[in-house]
């Protein structure tokens, strides 16, 4: 596929279009922080099911992932937790969905190394579990029982060390969210959204990024460049009041002392 030196796309509907059914989906964000809002939302609208999703959670209910869930357009997910998402857990204990639960940081390696063209490494993380010993349950029957369970994997020492061996992922499309992004698709993450952005960015066979401010190139300094163009295919720029859409999973407040 060729890509044009000018990435920036009309439209989050333009952008996801050509996302076939059965796809693998790699997601950014964590919970709601950072993840694509517009490109979800789009997908969603476009119409693809039976997606695999990798991403570190399946957003909440109502919102992010838990759209698409909700919808039933997702078959199977590779995440590192459940979450607040009562849905997810629901569909998984009733055996309609199948999930893949991976250390947190082994998914981000996974993905990241997927992008650099690395097929599998060693990880100590998981050693003498379930994660390394397989019979994690993937999928449940519907009264309970284990219908697909994880398979044992490679183990290795090094240096003194047991490890286990991780195949790093890449994915059919990756949806991003970035702070800014220029028109040749290099990307700068605000704050905690640089969580799973990068890793996402980097494992896509298609990269395609929402950025809450699209500038000419040049504009960011190369000291500040997170993801270089080279991993992403397509950019579209959000309006300010998109931008301005940041939700948080949990409001937490602690109670002023009298007086104050």
């Not at 309970?144 to 290795?156: C, L, Q, W, Y």
């Not at 992403?232 to 940041?246: I, W």
């Amino acid at each position: 596929m060729s890509v044009p030196l000018d990435k920036v796309v009309g439209s989050a509907a333009e952008a996801v279009a050509d996302i076939r059914s059965g796809s693998q989906v790699a997601v950014g964000g964590f919970g709601l922080a950072g993840i694509p809002w517009f490109l979800i939302e789009a997908l969603l609208e476009q119409g693809a099911d039976e997606l695999g999703v990798v991403s570190n959670n399946c957003g909440v209910d109502g919102a992010g992932l838990g759209l698409l869930l909700e919808s039933r357009r997702i078959n199977r997910v590779i995440a590192s937790y459940v979450g607040e998402n009562k849905e997810f857990a629901r569909q998984y204990l009733a055996g309609e969905l199948e999930v893949e639960l991976t250390p947190q940081g082994t998914l981000a390696e996974r993905m990241r190394a997927g992008g650099a063209g690395i097929g599998a490494f060693f990880t100590p993380t998981g050693v003498g579990t379930a994660v390394a010993e397989g019979g994690l349950p993937w999928r449940y029957h519907p009264d309970g029982s284990i219908a697909v369970a994880s398979p044992p994997k490679e183990t290795r020492t090094f240096h003194g060390r047991e490890m286990v061996l991780e195949e790093s992922i890449e994915a059919d499309v990756a949806l991003v969210r970035a702070a800014v992004a220029d028109r040749h698709g290099n990307l700068r993450f605000n704050k905690s959204a640089q969580n799973f952005n990068p890793a996402v960015a980097m494992c896509g066979r298609l990269t395609i990024v929402e950025a809450e401010r699209v500038v000419e190139p040049g504009e960011i300094d190369p000291d500040d460049v997170h993801v270089p163009g080279v991993f992403v295919d397509r950019v579209v720029g959000l309006t300010p009041e998109q931008a301005s859409r940041k939700r948080i999973e949990k409001p937490t407040t602690t109670p002023r002392p009298e007086g104050k």
